[in-house]
């Protein structure tokens, strides 16, 4: 039982670049999430999807898109990366939105130069 | 005011300490209350879940929520090397739906030995 599977788990893009941060869980769960977390910053929600087939957004998604690939894939895509965007970015999931505890992968530690 | 206010620290304890982690918050319809551990390069992992008011043990921990003072705490007794991690609280509302989980920002705890 891996939970919640986040690849890959180191980036280094130039200014400008696009790449795509996986997620997937196996716990069956309905609702996922993207969080950046920054030194003083906390957590940070991006996007999240409350059940298959939606995604809204959350304080800070600019900068980046997302899609809800089937229940089980959440994936994150910077389109032009900028150094702005330097951060650790976990992704998690949980049973129900709200009230339901998460569950979080490990991260994906990105640095744009 | 933000939603939730949480000291960063870091606190630094001697091992053996009773260690009291706190959080206040503003918004009167928050009913759940969660406690995460994050470990250095690790995702949060869910340590103690509460609902309203009261107290709640786990072995070594407890979690207390005082809903008139909007203020919850997590203790942790003869505290271990091992428990140096930042904490995060977080909390939602009865009627949340969808709405994510409100994170505080954690605060950084080291267990000397």
């Known amino acids: 039982n891996a939970g919640v599977t986040q690849t890959p788990k180191f980036q280094v893009l130039k200014t400008g670049q696009s790449m795509t941060l996986q997620c997937a869980q196996d716990m069956n769960h309905n609702s996922m999430y993207w969080y950046r977390q920054d030194p003083g910053m906390g957590l940070r929600l991006i996007y999240y999807?409350?059940?298959?087939?939606?995604?809204d957004k959350g304080e800070v998604p600019n900068g980046y898109n997302v899609s809800r690939l089937n229940k089980r894939e959440f994936s994150l895509r910077l389109e032009s990366a900028a150094p702005s965007q330097t951060s650790v970015y976990f992704c998690a999931s949980s049973e129900a939105g709200g009230n339901s505890p998460l569950h979080f992968g490990n991260g994906t530690r990105l640095t744009v130069t | 005011q933000k939603e939730v206010e949480q000291d960063p620290g870091p606190l630094s304890v001697p091992e053996g300490a009773i260690v009291s982690l706190n959080c206040t918050y503003s918004n009167s319809a928050f009913q759940y209350f969660m406690w995460y551990r994050q470990y250095s390069r690790k995702g949060p992992e869910l340590l103690m879940y509460t609902y309203s008011s009261g107290n709640k043990e786990d072995g070594r921990f407890t979690a207390q929520v005082d809903k008139s003072s909007k203020y919850i705490s997590l203790f942790i007794r003869d505290s271990q090397p091992s428990d140096s991690a930042t904490y995060l609280c977080?909390?939602?509302?009865?009627?949340?739906?969808?709405?994510?989980?409100?994170f505080g920002k954690g605060t950084r705890l080291s267990v000397i030995a």
């Open positions: 999807s409350a059940s298959e087939g939606t995604t």
């Open positions: 977080a909390m939602s509302g009865r009627n949340s739906g969808n709405t994510p989980l409100v």
